[in-house]
DNA sequence: ATAGGGTTAG
């Protein structure tokens, strides 16, 4: 274990008097330094409590164990634990809290045992760090005898006790424990309030985290900026745009706004809803952004393919003296592929080293998309054989992609004996090993891993668009004539059409999976679900208001021909997102540059 | 006299 470099004690401590003389300006100064956050002033001053013997008494070490914790130097708030000559419950509830707010959750739970031990009866200013460090291990087994020992000691009906406990289950998953602590909770907070609605948007049920966060706004209830980020990435993870716009309201009106961790999740749900302007907006209304700021804006550019401007978000963030993180590195490498910008994406990836961030399975990932992408196939197995850590399925999946989009299919057939060798896969990975042995002619095996993946029960996921309009989402599949206003949107795209074929397009079938025969082909085609979802659109918005369409699958080349066609046509904006980025589609041309 | 709970970005 490291020893923390403390100062020695002295060798003749002062008299008694100037120990009571000295006492209280030494409380309030460490006090305030604390407050401060000054590191250099508090060493001197320890290393002046040292001289003077005062580091006898309980309340200096104590202000001293809590001046190391917010200074981030957990081990030295232990070395004055234990050199403490009497330890009461304060002394060990610093210590611990020190540990649990310092990413050492081992050792505070290991010390509460030791507390528990020494036959002290642990009160309630312990167990919100004690059940903290349960949430960060993932550890639910300690977690439920923490809360045991709770009930026990008589502190479950404690707002801080109960609303830790309740992060503590939200965090290890047992969302209806949460719950249950959560409602017996007598005088809840804004923290226990927003600590719930936080568990139900980790566990991804966005309906129940909107449940309660409307009736914490219709009980009058004290929100802040947690709250509101909360329920503001529930909108952006499903795209609620209208409702996200009217709670960024109730953000302006409390000024909330101003937040960066409401401001990282408003850029965020702006550019998941295919507003970037609004997204840009955002973030330049943000007076002080932190890093999660700049990683949500780096991001929405990269999305919606602003490379430029994402590049030159990372530049400003290094003139700005931000230090960029793993997920900086995702963001920007993302921005680089999304253009095809190899060279500019290897030099980044290589940049990471000198911020001292090991590059992890996502950017392995994204950099072998990029190579493969760009046909430089051997380079991709290069940095795979040769990269640290164990390729995983997404690894793989990006070296499939490329060799599918460069015909290389020995190098695709390969690959698929590799992966079969590692083991039971996924079936979005099945099916790309299916298509490579069949463009390698090895049929037999393709059809063995089709056969797989029926065993398995395995479907192929559904390919859906979906519209906003007002509060209400329309949702298309493929062929679909459950919609209201169907014989509408289907005149519409017959208009269409003709339009379309007047202006030289022509389908192209061969992306059409199923075997069928042509005619059908060129049915199935024309009635994808992001089709009848543009023509939704073009009969229910006014011209001059983009369509924005969502899709949870890639558009198919056809498609994206086609709905070319359709902005020229029609001379709208069409804005799609489908599984990882938008298209902007405008006078007949794509923003993606037909690159994706 | 003193200590304690929840967050953003993929």
Request: proline fraction near 3%; glycine fraction near 6%.
């Amino acid at each position: 274990m490291l020893r923390p470099n403390l100062p020695k004690p002295p060798q003749n401590p002062l008299n008694q008097q100037s120990f009571e003389q000295n006492y209280r300006d030494v409380c309030n100064l460490l006090l305030s330094l604390t407050h401060s956050r000054s590191l250099p002033k508090g060493l001197q001053l320890h290393s002046h409590v040292l001289k003077s013997g005062l580091q006898t008494i309980p309340l200096i070490s104590h202000h001293l164990i809590n001046f190391y914790s917010k200074n981030q130097l957990p081990l030295h708030s232990r070395q004055i634990f234990e050199e403490a000559s009497r330890k009461s419950s304060t002394t060990w509830s610093s210590v611990i809290s020190s540990f649990a707010q310092n990413e050492l959750p081992v050792l505070a739970i290991e010390y509460f045992r030791r507390m528990l031990g020494a036959q002290l009866r642990p009160d309630d200013h312990i167990y919100p760090s004690v059940a903290k460090s349960c949430a960060i291990l993932n550890r639910l087994d300690v977690g439920q005898s923490v809360h045991c020992l709770a009930v026990k000691t008589g502190y479950e009906f404690d707002v801080f006790v109960g609303s830790s406990v309740v992060d503590m289950y939200a965090k290890c998953g047992e969302i209806r424990d949460a719950r249950k602590v959560f409602d017996e909770i007598p005088e809840k907070n804004v923290v226990s309030w927003s600590g719930m609605i936080y568990g139900y948007t980790q566990l991804g049920q966005d309906e129940e985290a909107l449940r309660l966060f409307k009736q914490a706004m219709v009980e009058n209830l004290d929100v802040n900026d947690f709250t509101f980020s909360s329920v503001i990435r529930v909108c952006g993870n499903s795209t609620l745009f209208e409702l996200g716009r009217q709670i960024h309201g109730l953000c302006f009106k409390t000024n909330f706004d101003l937040s960066s961790f409401v401001g990282s999740s408003l850029v965020s749900l702006y550019s998941k809803c295919g507003v970037i302007e609004g997204a840009y907006r955002v973030f330049d209304e943000i007076p002080v952004k932190n890093l999660g700021m700049w990683n949500a804006m780096l991001i929405a550019s990269a999305q919606h393919v602003h490379t430029d401007n994402a590049l030159d978000l990372f530049k400003q963030m290094e003139s700005a003296g931000m230090k960029p993180n793993f997920i900086t590195f995702l963001c920007v490498l993302y921005a680089c592929s999304h253009a095809g910008l190899v060279e500019k994406g290897q030099y980044y990836f290589s940049l990471m080293r000198e911020y001292g961030i090991e590059p992890g399975e996502q950017h392995y990932a994204t950099l072998v998309d990029l190579l493969g992408r760009a046909g430089k196939l051997q380079e991709a197995v290069k940095i795979i054989d040769e990269m640290p850590i164990e390729p995983t399925e997404s690894i793989w999946g990006a070296l499939l992609t490329g060799c599918r989009i460069h015909g290389d299919t020995e190098l695709a057939a390969s690959v698929a004996d590799r992966v079969f060798e590692l083991g039971p896969v996924s079936s979005g990975l099945h099916v790309l090993l299916s298509n490579a042995y069949a463009a390698a002619q090895r049929f037999e095996e393709a059809a063995k891993v089709r056969k797989m993946l029926r065993d398995r029960g395995v479907k192929k996921e559904t390919g859906l668009s979906w519209v906003e309009e007002g509060n209400k989402i329309h949702t298309f599949a493929a062929g679909d004539r459950t919609h209201m206003r169907t014989k509408e949107i289907y005149e519409k795209l017959e208009e269409l059409g003709e339009e379309m074929e007047k202006a030289g397009y022509v389908a192209d079938t061969s992306f059409v999976l199923r075997e069928v025969n042509r005619e059908e082909k060129d049915q199935t085609i024309r009635y994808h679900s992001e089709r009848l979802a543009v023509a939704f659109g073009l009969i229910t918005f006014l011209p001059d208001r983009p369509i924005r369409i969502m899709k949870n699958l890639r558009i198919c080349g056809d498609c994206h021909t086609a709905i070319k066609f359709m902005s020229k046509c029609s001379g709208r904006v069409i804005i799609v997102r489908d599984n990882n980025r938008f298209h902007r589609f405008e006078d007949g041309k794509c923003t993606c540059g037909d690159y994706w």
